[in-house]
């Protein structure tokens, strides 16, 4: 139960972060906040020849408003911000609302946003909210071989980022730096609902929900993400169908359920059978949908409601 | 294998250590640092046992590197009583005066860990509800009390605080 022995740096640089990955091959892992990857390695599950520390890598926290209204979350945003921040709460309530259902608040403390996406751990909250959001994922190198000197970046949406468990499209060479996500309208409503044994633990299933209406209350759009429902987050296909061009009645949203529910991919275990996990599933999207469908009528998602839960 | 300078201020005191870049920080406290109040129960942060303050905030010292803490604050049990950075060494802070009333602890291996995520908690939640109580200690197992006392014991422990000492 200790790590193996390896090499570690802990650059201020992103540049020399990236420039110590890329020298470091294959066999070198980056760490943001070691919440996934430390257990890891005191399982010895991984032994990585040299660890390159992002905390000190002040560019690459901090989060802001672009002008669009869209925010920008550095990589190494904490899911303790995402839980506090006066911004999250009014600009992406979605995460606000869901933040403190991450794991258990010495958990959060450390954990980020960026290691989050690059772990995509299928019961993970993160991904599926991000991917529900539209958001899409920086990610910098150092130039390869060949290549003019400096840093080479990319940006994917969410949905070309995770592929399948721990399966990401992030390169032996390459470091999450942001996520972007666009703006939020002024009739948009989303939210969030997770089940677990025992608050913190990993959720037996979860899902979160937006819904943009029109000033007549005709939904423009309806979709649902679901957490530990598949091998990777995805939409729901097929949610939108009863709801779009409609006003979202009781019975729109129940259908809309049972879209989710038969559509979805649970991996039965010992907390719950297939069957239990597609009721549950069929419930939490009926709940969400409802309460994202009731915050977009009220103009704005509020940053965390308690009235009706 | 490199190794790493560590300079940090652990419970009011400076102390400075090199370490192999594979210890953890619940290994370093109770090893170099010398300091065995904090638990090592699980290793993979599950049990809360090992639970520190870092600048103030809960941590698994069992999911952190001896080499991430440098010019950082750690805060073990040991350092819990006393005003910040003034440790009162063998007093009892009011939320452990509170455990020891309300017999919030049996065999007491959990409760290092208890008493810091406690610490964190109330300072931002001062009058929480037994239902605020129960998600705060959620993320620690305790196989003797059965946790009832545990809620007591924060419960008392907010009273005790917000008497003032």
């Known amino acids: 139960m200790k790590p193996p022995p390896f090499d570690y740096v802990a650059p201020t640089d992103l540049d020399e972060a990236l420039a110590a990955l890329a020298d470091a091959g294959e066999d070198a892992r980056v760490l943001a906040g070691g919440q996934s990857l430390i257990p890891m390695l005191n399982f010895r599950l991984a032994a990585p020849v040299k660890l390159i520390d992002l905390n000190r890598v002040s560019e690459l926290s901090g989060i802001e408003r672009r002008p669009d209204g869209g925010l920008v979350l550095g990589a190494m945003t904490r899911h303790r911000q995402l839980e506090r921040d006066a911004t999250i709460a009014e600009y992406a309530p979605l995460l606000a609302e869901a933040a403190p259902w991450i794991a258990h608040a010495p958990i ?32 910098a190198r150092a130039a390869r071989d060949g290549e003019a000197p400096g840093r080479v970046e990319r940006t994917l949406p969410l949905d070309d980022f995770c592929f399948g468990p721990f399966f990401t499209a992030l390169e032996a060479d390459e470091v999450i730096t942001r996520i ?77 359920a049972d879209v989710a529910s038969a559509g979805c ?29 009731r915050r977009a009528a009220a103009g704005r998602t509020p940053g965390i409601e308690t009235e009706d839960g | 294998m490199n190794e790493i300078r560590v300079a940090a201020r ?40 090992c639970t520190v303050l870092l600048d103030g905030e809960p941590v698994r010292s069992c999911l952190m590197l001896a080499a991430q803490i440098d010019g950082c604050a750690v805060t073990t049990v040991e350092g819990l009583a006393g005003v910040a950075g003034e440790p009162d060494v063998g007093a009892l802070h009011p939320i452990q005066r509170a455990f020891h009333e309300t017999h919030a602890l049996q065999c007491g291996f959990c409760t290092p860990g208890i008493l810091l995520s406690v610490a964190a908690f109330l300072e931002e939640t001062p009058r929480p509800t037994r239902d605020e109580v129960r998600e705060a200690i959620s993320g620690h197992l305790c196989r003797c009390t059965g946790y009832h006392n545990i809620v007591e014991g924060v419960v008392r422990a907010a009273e005790l605080l917000a008497e003032g000492p």
């Open chain 1, 108 to 139: 959060r403390t450390r954990g980020t946003i960026g290691g989050s996406i690059a772990h995509a751990d299928p019961a993970a909250e993160l991904p599926a909210l991000l991917l529900l959001l539209g958001a899409s994922v920086r990610v």
């Open chain 1, 265 to 293: 991919d649970p991996a039965p275990d010992m907390h719950g059978s297939e069957a239990y996990r597609r009721h549950l599933v069929r419930v939490l999207v009926l709940r969400t949908l409802a309460r994202a469908a």
């Open chain 1, 180 to 256: 972007d996500i666009p703006p939020c309208g002024p009739l948009e409503g989303t939210a969030f609902e997770e089940f677990a044994r025992r608050r913190g633990d990993y959720a037996i299933a979860g899902a979160a929900s937006r819904m943009i209406l029109d000033e007549d209350g005709t939904c423009l759009h309806a979709a649902v993400s679901l957490i530990n429902a598949g091998p990777a987050p995805a939409l729901v296909a097929g949610v939108e169908e009863p709801l779009v061009g409609r006003p979202p009645t009781e019975d729109r949203l129940a259908e809309a």
């Open chain 2, 10 to 49: 652990i419970n009011g005191e400076d102390i400075s250590r090199t370490v192999e870049p594979r210890m953890l920080l619940s290994d370093f406290l109770r090893g170099p640092a010398g300091l065995t109040g904090t638990h090592v129960g699980c290793e993979h942060g599950v049990c809360g046992a």
